[in-house]
Structures are given as C-alpha cells and as structure tokens.
Nanobody, 122 residues
Framework: QLQASGGGLVQAGGSLRLSCATS????????MGWFRQAPGKEREFVAV????????YYASSVKGRFTISRDNAKNTIYLQMNSLEPEDTAVYYC?????????????????WGQGTLVTVSS
C-alpha cells in the first residue's frame, strides 16, 4: 500500500526528492518514516515525521541536508535530499507506524513500501 518513487542517479552535491504515496485509510494518523539500506549493510533509520507533521527527527548523518514532510490531503510523504554524498547511495524505503508517535526503530513500523534506489556518483 506504500509506493515509493523519485530515486535515480545524481552527482555528489546534487538533490533528489523522494515521494511515498499510500492508499491506506490510517495514513493521516500514522507516523511516517524513511529508512535506507546500502549494499552489504543493514537497514538504517533516516527520518520520521509525526502523524500531524508537527515534529520530525533525523539521523545525524542526514540532519541539515534532508527534510521530511507530509501532505495528509494527498496521502503522501516526501524526503527532500540536498547536498547528496556517495555515502547516501542506498535503496530508500518508506514506512508507516500506526502505534508510535515518532519511532526510529524499524521494528516499530507496520507497513513498508517496496523501495526506490538512489545512487550518488562521486
């Protein structure tokens, strides 16, 4: 029910905006997060936004470069990624948490999108 899009190939220093659309009825009451998984590494937390958009939290590695936002009218969240670095190369996943306020652990999320690949060249 979660469809991530917007990935692609970009040069270091460039920008991309990821989107995640959902048709779920619980979207407007769910915290929404972005995670990523680089080749050979475990999935890691990137950013989260609360159900009403009033609060966000970022991994230290992306803070100041990435911005998460949501549009409840469109059932969509976004991840604006600026100043991209080769270390940001990964498959990016969006996820929904129906229970928790602003979770950072993948185990606290109920639903996952299929992922979109971001490749940053040096």
């Amino acid at each position: 029910q979660l469809q991530a899009s917007g990935g692609g190939l970009v040069q270091a220093g460039g920008s991309l905006r990821l989107s995640c659309a959902t048709s779920g009825r619980t979207f407007s009451t769910s915290a929404m997060g972005w995670f990523r998984q680089a080749p050979g590494k475990e999935r890691e937390f990137v950013a989260v936004v609360t159900w009403n958009g009033d609060s966000t939290y970022y991994a230290s590695s992306v803070k100041g470069r990435f911005t998460i936002s949501r549009d409840n009218a469109k059932n969509t969240i976004y991840l604006q990624m600026n100043s991209l670095e080769p270390e940001d190369t990964a498959v990016y996943y969006c996820a929904a948490s129906r229970t928790y306020w602003r979770p950072t652990s993948a185990s606290l999320y109920n639903d996952w999108g299929q992922g979109t690949l971001v490749t940053v060249s040096s």
